[in-house]
């Protein structure tokens, strides 16, 4: 199975402030024939469903706000939010859909300074 | 409206059985692959299984700590998805969604509300 990594554990930042999240994957997601890399970033609240954000790694789902930024490619990924709001506190959690099982990061939880 | 609403979940003792359920709403159920993820009580996500519909039948695949014990099944007639789960642990105490897979970006784009399960004597 592919091991998903995500640091930090938690974060804390100021309102209007960058948060940066990194994801690490055991093994390259990046799918040679698509150059497409199986990575998608959720953000769950307390009692909600997880929401998905990104996929394709760096591909904004509809109605995302365009501050949720995506990057990387192969086996290290980063989630931005690039002026976090008080609606963006949550946990954070990274997911590689190349091979099954699909699997999570163990998530990062993200609060205001 | 695209939803998913589940039910079933509930109380149960180590060792016996329980059914959830996944009723589909606003989309065509048939077309797409569909997932159980579960979160413990204050944990992450856990991929569950995942079933999936190609015309000539479904495959499923389980995650290793449920397999011989749950099974996924879907009834594309209903719009719904189960969980069969049996030889239930305590450590399979947790919110148990539903999601839908997107299929060509295998995102989970829809999920439901979730159904709690507590495994306890």
């Known amino acids: 199975d592919i091991v998903m990594t995500q640091s930090p554990d938690s974060l804390a930042v100021s309102l209007g402030e960058r948060a940066t999240i990194n994801c690490k994957s055991s093994?390259?997601?990046?799918?040679?024939?698509?150059?497409?890399?199986?990575l998608a970033w959720y953000q769950q609240k307390p009692g909600q469903p997880p929401k998905l954000l990104i996929y394709?790694?760096?591909t904004r789902e509809s109605g995302v706000p365009d501050r949720f930024s995506g990057s990387g490619s192969g086996t290290d990924f980063t989630l931005t939010i690039s002026s976090l709001q008080a609606d963006d506190v949550a946990v954070y959690y990274c997911?590689?859909?190349?091979?099954?099982?699909?699997?999570f990061g163990q998530g990062t939880k993200v609060e205001i300074k | 409206q695209v939803q998913l609403v589940e039910s079933g979940g509930g109380v149960v003792q180590p060792g016996r059985s329980l059914r959830l359920s996944c009723v589909a709403s606003?989309?065509?159920?048939?077309?797409?692959?569909l997932h159980w993820v579960r979160q413990a009580p204050g944990k992450g996500l856990e991929w569950v299984a995942l079933?999936?519909?190609?015309?000539?039948?479904?495959?499923?695949y389980y995650a290793g700590s449920v397999k011989g014990r749950f099974t996924i099944s879907r009834d594309n007639s209903r719009s719904t998805l189960y969980l069969q789960m049996s030889s239930l642990r305590v450590e399979d105490t947790a919110v148990y969604f539903c999601?839908?897979?997107?299929?060509?970006?295998?995102?989970?784009?829809?999920w439901g509300q979730g159904t709690r399960v507590t495994v306890s004597s």
């Open positions: 079933i999936s519909f190609d015309g000539h039948g479904t495959k499923s």
């Open positions: 997911q590689q859909s190349f091979n099954t099982p699909p699997t």
């Open positions: 606003g989309f065509s159920f048939s077309s797409y692959p």
């Open positions: 394709w790694a760096s």
């Open positions: 093994q390259s997601v990046l799918h040679s024939s698509s150059n497409k890399n199986y």
């Open positions: 999601a839908r897979d997107r299929a060509y970006d295998d995102a989970f784009d829809v």
